[in-house]
């Protein structure tokens, strides 16, 4: 059986949590869900949730820049307000392209950073876009605004709580 987009982009995240942590030991446990709900979810030495969306496709801009444009429904959303009532909950995002080799990027949103943009989002869900500029942090525009800058190396530094 071939390789699920899904398993490249979820496993490029995994990956990056494992390889960072050396030595030090972590404890991964996938969290089973309704696949009809939400499937994206693992649980970090039992302490905090990790969702990840990704995006197969980004759009080129100018001088070497990239964007992916990720929404969220309202359903998503909810759900992942639902988790941070367990836990403490991180988004990464995963900007992909259709060629291995191309510009990706993983941007990872904190727990308040997330609910700060899921507060102002409405009926239709929550719209963000993620800009990847070479030799700049990686930029979290919501509603044509930068609202976050992002170190491109936040994943691969994140103190995962527990650990």
């Known amino acids: 059986m071939g390789i699920q987009i899904f398993e490249l982009f979820h ?3 995994l990956a990056k949590i494992m390889r960072s942590y050396g030595d030090r030991p972590v404890v991964l446990r996938l969290v ?3 696949p009809k709900e939400y499937w994206s979810v693992y649980t970090l030495n039992d302490e905090v949730h990790l969702v990840v969306k990704y995006r197969t496709r980004a759009n080129k801009l100018s001088k070497g820049r990239w964007s992916w444009n990720f929404v969220f429904s309202p359903e998503e959303i909810h759900l ?5 009532d ?3 909950t991180y988004v990464a995002l995963v900007g992909g392209q259709r060629f ?3 510009v990706m990027e993983i941007g990872l949103l904190s727990d308040e950073e997330f609910m700060q943009l899921a507060q102002g989002s409405n009926e239709s869900g929550l ?5 990847y500029q070479p030799g700049h942090q990686l930029r979290i525009v919501h509603n044509r605004k930068i609202v976050y800058k992002i170190p491109r190396s936040k994943l691969d530094g994140w103190k995962i709580p527990g650990g």
């Open 127 to 131: 719209a963000i876009t993620m800009r």
């Open 11 to 13: 496993g490029a995240v």
């Open 32 to 34: 089973e869900v309704n």
């Open 86 to 88: 367990d836990k403490m």
């Open 100 to 102: 291995v080799g191309e």
């Open 80 to 84: 992942i307000k639902k988790l941070q």
